[in-house]
């Protein structure tokens, strides 16, 4: 039996795969259909409103969001904080400019390492005509 401290209220409880003890994923589906019922009405929340009215963290609801479980597709106004500036966000991990100055720099850090195609050598078959061996 593996024990472990529950990461969101610090008690000590049996490891499942969740990561958070009994007490605590009831907490989180119960606030999960909170805002699950609170989008249900005000389908253009965004997700401040949506915190301030059903006393839910914004983490915690974008983590629904990223779980999959609260679909930002029929809320327009539903966006999560980037990772990096915090700036909305609608897909994704970080915004766009987060994200391109992400890739530049990791570009620049793995060197520039430039892969020349080389060109398709011609390469001339040979016909090799195979003599027929003749068995006298
Ligand atoms: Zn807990
Ligand atoms: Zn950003």
Redesign the pocket.
Known sequence: MNLGN?P??G?L?TLNLRE??P??MKLIEKEYEKCVTYLREQKGATIHEVSEATEVSVRQITKFIKEGRISIANAPNLAYPCEVCGILIRESNMCDSCRTRLTRELRQATSTDQDHKTGSTHERQTYRAVDNERKY
């Open positions: 529950c969101r209220c008690k409880y958070l003890c007490a605590c």
